[in-house]
């Protein structure tokens, strides 16, 4: 019932498009040159066009040469066709060029551009230690190395347009349901998780922390007079927005001091992150995650098809966007996991959190629908979640657990009771939040997703650091 309503609500407002304004001189003529992806869409054009972008094969003939190029704009490659006498001297593989000529449809039907001219904008000396190799498919391992060229690759491009796609269909969906976009801070005071797992954060000039010295203040926390961090969640900044403006959402950089160099960690990620004002039950978190992570999919299969099937291959389609996700609480899930403890080999008891490979069997074991794993114990849950009703020993919470990656998303009921709350408070330096339940308090719950792992989902990346252009993790920070 909640989800058909969120459906009626998005077709009754529509998605907020910009409004129709007129492209200055200026921006007309800039835009006025063809992109790969336009001169594969427009098959009956047959006017004067102009391109740009890299080689990535090239055929030197005696009377013709031929060659491909890519501008990013699509996961296809145009075939450019010119007389040899025509070629510039120093085109190479890899070099940037400014194509003019006319499109053609050959009797196969594919589109190429006979050129009339082409000029080399900036030529690429592959044998001064060019890293790439253009009959030769790079693992992604090799291509982490290059952080600064990769996006010439078509792996990774094609992940990068998806992620773009679905950047934009969070945004769209959000709006879509009247929430307003908050730009959480990504300088802290607060450890949200209270894992203590963040960065702390203080000038790097000595020189500006004694000349901003205070009696009784460490020297170190001189500048802020606290400690800072980077944050590692908006969410509790998210629940003060929501106490007054009832339907908020983030979507930002977070950052976590794990030392973790797995397939499934990064030190800088992007989370999405909701909180709803007037929210008593969990339900009602639960279908805003499901409802947001099907429209972001459908939106990227409509923009980047090519992208997505050029990833998972044409055998493997995502097969749950139409099916309902799954609902179990944590102690079927255990119970369903230990009889099938012969497919683990890390022990699990009642009462623990679940490790990556029982979130992986689990999902398996619901043949590879996500699902939602509710009503935690409250000893392996952020003090900030909700008590059960029925069960004090339990909190109204939930995972989210895809295929590839396990746990995608995490939420819960917020605490909202005064006293129980200050009874779990961990540091007197949240009394502000504290005192959101003191003064005209009301039920809140929220979510974040983690965007990168969602891209694993969508993309079929096993690692995360491929999800995400300049990747952070432990012993790497270059860039």
Known sequence: MVASALGAL?????????????LSPCL???????????????????????????????????????????DGSSNEKLQV???????????????????????????????????????????????????????????????????????????????FRIRDA???????????????????????????????????????????????????????????????????????HLEAAAHGLSRVYTFGPTFRAENSKSRMHLSEFYMIEAETAFVSDLKDVIVVIEDLVKFVTNSVLS??????????????????LD????KITYDEAVDLILKNKHKFKIPLEIGQALRKEHELLLVELMNGTPTFVINWPKEIKPFYM???????????????????TGEIAGGSLRENNYENLKKKLPSPDLNWYLELRKFGSTPTGGFGLGF????????????????????????????
Not at 10 to 22: D, E, I, K, N, S
Not at 303 to 320: F, H, K, Y
Request: glycine share 6%; proline share 5%; with cysteine.
């Open 323 to 326: 099916k309902p996700f799954i």
């Open 28 to 70: 007309r003529r800039c835009l006025a040159k063809y992109t790969v992806a336009d001169a594969l869409r427009h098959r009956d054009n047959t006017d004067t066009a102009i391109l740009r972008g890299w080689v990535k094969s090239l055929r030197i003939q005696k009377k013709y040469t031929f060659l491909d190029i890519n």
């Open 386 to 404: 909700r008590s059960l009703r029925e069960d004090d020993t339990k909190v109204a919470a939930l995972d989210l657990l895809a295929p590839i």
């Open 10 to 22: 998005r077709g009754l407002r529509g998605l907020r498009a910009w409004g129709a304004q007129p």
């Open 166 to 236: 679905a950047t934009r269909a969070v945004y769209q969906y959000f709006n879509s349901l009247d929430y307003i976009n908050i730009h959480t801070p990504i300088l802290t005071s607060n450890d949200c998780e209270g894992a203590g797992e963040m960065f702390r954060v203080e000038p790097e000039n000595a020189k500006t922390l004694l000349k901003m010295y205070t009696e009784g203040v460490p020297a170190e926390q001189a500048y802020f007079n606290t400690k800072a961090f980077l944050t590692v969640s908006g969410q509790l």
């Open 303 to 320: 923009s980047c098809e090519g992208d997505v099937l050029s990833l998972r291959g044409e055998n493997n389609a995502i097969d749950w």
């Open 81 to 159: 066709f010119l007389p040899t006498e025509k070629t510039p001297d120093n085109l190479s593989w890899g070099s940037s060029i400014e194509v003019t000529g006319h499109l053609s449809t050959t009797p196969r039907g594919q589109i190429e551009l006979i050129a009339d001219h082409i000029t080399v904008v900036g030529d690429c000396k592959v044998t001064d230690g060019y890293p790439f190799n253009s009959k030769q498919n790079h693992p992604p391992e090799y291509l982490r190395q290059y952080l600064h060229m990769r996006t010439r690759t078509k792996y990774i491009s094609s992940i």
């Open 452 to 479: 990168e792992r969602y891209l694993q989902l969508i993309c079929n990346v096993t690692n995360i650091k491929d999800t995400i252009p300049f990747p952070r993790w432990p012993h790497n920070c270059s860039m």
